[in-house]
């Protein structure tokens, strides 16, 4: 996947995740009281339940589920 490919997916991901949670928002069904602690672990919430589709996420010993944890690390992302 080349850098174009990688912003669009990541864009459209992180759009669609936003749109959900606006629209939550909008339709009055989220807490006035929430802050930022409450929106920051939602938030996470949403991506973790999008990446959990993810063959990393269900095969955490094949090889690219290491390759992705050790590139983490060494490019400290």
């Known amino acids: 996947m ?3 490919e990688q ?3 990541v864009n459209a991901l992180s759009k669609s ?3 959900d949670l606006c629209a939550a ?3 009055n069904r989220v807490p006035p009281e929430w802050d930022g602690h409450e929106l920051r672990c939602w938030l996470a919430d ?3 339940a999008s990446a959990s589709i ?3 996420r269900h095969n955490k010993k094949s090889q690219r589920a ?3 944890e050790n590139h983490c690390l060494v490019e400290n992302l």
Do not use: E, P, V, Y
Request: aromatic share 4%; charged share 35%.
């Open 7 to 9: 912003l669009k997916l």
């Open 66 to 68: 290491r390759d992705f």
């Open 25 to 27: 928002i909008k339709g």
């Open 46 to 48: 949403h991506h973790a």
């Open 17 to 19: 995740i936003a749109s």
């Open 54 to 56: 993810s063959d990393i």
């Open 2 to 4: 080349n850098k174009k």
